[in-house]
């Protein structure tokens, strides 16, 4: 199961989809120095990891979350 929603990213998947400039992208978001969240989902926990590994999670969405607004004045 991957957890790529609006709140967490795997490392993995940040590295595969930006490739040679995965630092960059990282340095640009603010996310090189952590934190960094290891997820179990056995027993439904989630710890931070004190270095970035391919199986630690960033919390910060790779995919923006595309719901729309609420339009003003609707009920």
């Known amino acids: 199961m991957h ?3 609006s709140l967490f990213t795997q490392v993995k998947l940040f590295k595969e989809q930006f490739g040679k ?6 340095a640009e978001r603010d996310l090189l120095t952590g934190p ?3 997820i179990n989902l056995d027993d ?3 710890r931070q990891c004190r270095k970035m590994t391919d199986d630690c999670y960033l919390n910060a969405p790779l995919y923006k979350n595309k719901k729309p607004k609420a339009i003003d004045g609707a009920m």
Not at 21 to 26: A, N, Q, R, V, Y
């Open 21 to 26: 400039e995965f630092k960059d992208k990282l």
């Open 3 to 5: 957890i790529a929603n």
């Open 44 to 46: 439904m926990t989630i």
């Open 36 to 38: 960094f969240y290891r």
